[in-house]
């Protein structure tokens, strides 16, 4: 977790958006980030990411008060915030991150507000705090069950979805496959269901065409159409593929990356 | 002294008496440009065309015949006095040269590169009609590169007017905005560009690949910007960090440029489209260029598909940078598949030249019908249709006409899609009052204002698909617009 400077950047940004960060100014790749957090007064925005290529690497080895080589944003529309009445939050590992603003923000607006939050283990459930201090109600579960239920996200939700009333709207932010079977889970009961996409950028702006998802049938970019979607109007097949696109390269980079800290003597 | 110095000195001896004759003239040889050998630069990134020496610019300045109606200068779309300045380079005269061009052109180094000539200033060329091949006209933009690549760059920044205390904001840093940066700023307002990207220069810097405009001519540019006062902003993206209504209303600016270029990339829609290794040409083009791809695993982080055999989809000036592009990152094989004849290729006729000569495999009178994947969703092949023309289109050119059951499969694992690109939504939605056209362009009177007062376009946002030197024309319209509204 990290906190940047970016006053401008903190002072527009709304729940739901995204930035785009670089490294470097000259070589490093362009990767987005959901914003998870903000300190107005101070000018801050918080990312919160997993190390798990080169540049999250490079971000997380960063020592307090180093320079990112950019951030350009506040990117992608904000989430539709209104009362709905009743709104479940699910959150998976990361994707709790990006989720918080959204949650608060909905509970702010009047809703009752259901927090689901899933993890592989226990050492991977982030923010629990932050979401028991706004839920009404807060379903904690781990793969191995190590912290709370065992189990996955969809058992709880599809319980929750069950109940009389049905809830009236379920966010999901998460892995690909985790928000597929959520969409699964909530399209019999028909309950509306969105997502918020993660693809492989560029700039941000609807230029590159990179992050084209297929909704409904139709092509969509996630950084100008996005990054929310109607979750079972959404091909996650298709996109699951285009993100693995660059897995081998992405390793090679951070297996460089790695091998050069310890030549230079650094741990990892 | 060589044979070919006598002859200029003959020549000029002769002129200087007013006893060259046009017949004299027409004999001279076009002077052809020396580039780097076709199969080296198959592996590397730098200059293909390396620009003439003195005495290939000065015989190539003697074949102009100095027309009274200069039907050149019609054809320039910021009407350069071509004559002149062609003339003054015959005699030697380099830096009077470059002061003609730069009344009316602030980036010769770049349009001497990049313009589409044969369609512009030499399609007239009295010498090009004679020889009934516009190729064989007076090399106009060879000769602008030339004394624009002799500029030195001594510090002649443009003089600025003292402080007017009006704030004008440009939102993207590409050949328009660099435009009107310099002509607001002279008048002496005070000037930010606002780019989206974390580098200035547009698609001058991102789209248009360093071996047909080194980025350090760019940069040159944006550096003189600097010197002269204009202040820059990367990372910044107006309609998101701040919208044009926030940037007039409570950061004070008096007057704003948008020149936000390209937008949404066209697909072809058709099946596959979402398969990996399709890309759009924008995004290929990007991580090249501006995410130097190219020193993948040397420096840079950028990944991009280590292709092996490529199809590019398009017949324009991007189709032909994807391609030859796609050569230099090591594909074996590049076919460009174009769905109209050779004729009809918008492309420079030099870039399609080149890109011959790089071994790019021309597949005309062909458009794909679905893009193959495997199992895993990696681009194996794709099916095609073979056209015919037929009657001309709206256009002009020969509507091309699927043959029915001429399909056909070519093996390919990467395609990159160079169809053109749609407006970008970004400003038209967070710019309430501002007018768009159906396509979503910005609308624009003559002097290149918007709807809204202050707020004027140019470039590719508003002319859909434009050049480099369009968006400069239409830069030099707008700024010359703001600066009147400015000073009232």
Partial sequence: MIDVEAALVARARKPGQFVIIGVSDDYGERVPLTIAGVDAEKGTIRLIFQRVGKTTAEMADMKVGSDLGYVAGPLGNPTHIEKFGTVVCVGGGIGNAPLLPIATAMKAAGNELISILGARTKELVILEDEFAAISDELVVITDDGSHGRKGLVTEPLKEICQRKPQPDLVVVIGPAIMMKFCCETTRPFGVHTEVSLNTIMVDGTGMCGGCRVEVGGKTKFVCVDGPEFDGHEVNFDLMMRRLGAYKAQEQRAHEQYKEHRCKIGLDD | ?488
Avoid at chain 2, 116 to 136: A, N, R, S
């Fill in chain 2, 1 to 488: 002294m060589t044979d070919d110095e006598k002859y200029l000195q003959e020549l000029l001896a002769k002129e200087a008496a007013g006893e060259l004759k046009p017949s004299e003239r027409f004999k001279i040889p076009a002077q052809d440009m020396p580039t780097q050998d076709g199969v080296a630069r198959r592996s590397n990134i730098n200059e293909v065309a390396e620009g003439y020496t003195e005495l290939e610019a000065r015989l190539e300045a003697m074949r102009c015949l100095r027309c009274k109606t200069a039907p050149c200068i019609k054809g320039c779309p910021v009407k350069i006095r071509i004559d002149d300045f062609v003339g003054a380079i015959a005699q030697g005269q380099y830096d009077e040269a470059l002061a003609i061009i730069k009344e009316n052109s602030l980036l010769p180094a770049v349009c001497g590169r990049v313009c589409p000539q044969e369609v512009q200033c030499q399609e007239t060329c009295t010498v090009g009609k004679k020889f009934k091949d516009p190729t064989q006209g007076v090399s106009i933009g060879r000769l602008e590169r030339f004394v624009a690549d002799r500029d030195t760059g001594d510090g002649s920044v443009p003089k600025v007017a003292p402080p007017t205390g009006k704030k004008v904001a440009i939102i993207g840093s590409g050949p328009g905005g660099i435009v009107v940066a310099a002509d607001t700023r002279r008048a002496g307002h005070d000037v930010t560009v606002f780019e989206a990207f974390h580098k200035p220069g547009g698609v001058m810097v991102y789209g248009i690949p360093e071996f047909r405009l080194p980025k350090a001519i760019v940069q040159d540019e944006i550096d003189v910007l600097t010197k002269m006062g204009v202040e820059i902003v990367c990372n910044f993206v107006v309609g998101r960090t701040r919208t044009i209504e926030q940037l007039m209303n409570e950061d004070g600016f008096d007057a704003v440029y948008i020149g936000v270029g390209a937008g949404l990339p066209r697909f072809m829609g058709i099946d596959g489209e979402h398969l990996v290794g399709v890309y759009s040409a924008n995004e290929y083009l990007t991580r090249a260029n501006l995410m130097k791809a190219y020193k993948f695993g040397e420096g840079s982080d950028t990944p991009i598909a280590m292709s092996k055999k490529v199809a590019v989809l398009g017949g324009g000036n991007v189709a032909m940078d994807s391609a030859r592009t796609a050569v230099r990152l090591g594909a074996e094989k590049v076919y460009l598949v174009y769905r109209r004849s050779e004729k009809e290729m918008p492309a420079r006729i030099e870039e399609v030249h080149h890109a011959k000569e790089e071994g790019i495999e021309f597949c005309i009178l062909q458009n794909p019908k679905r893009i193959l994947g495997d199992d895993e969703g990696y681009v194996v092949g794709m099916e095609c249709l073979k056209y015919e023309l037929g009657e001309p289109d709206d256009s002009g050119r020969r509507r091309p006409v699927p043959i029915e059951g001429s399909e056909f499969t070519i093996d390919v694992d990467t395609v990159i899609v160079a169809i053109g690109n749609s407006a970008n939504p970004l400003i038209g939605q967070t710019t309430p009052g501002l007018e768009l056209n159906k396509w979503g362009n910005i609308v624009v009177d003559e002097k290149c204002k918007t709807s809204l007062d202050g707020v004027y376009a140019g470039g590719d946002i508003v002319l859909g698909a434009a050049t480099v030197i369009l968006a400069m024309g239409q830069g030099r319209t707008a700024a010359a617009a703001m600066n009147e509204y400015l000073a009232g």
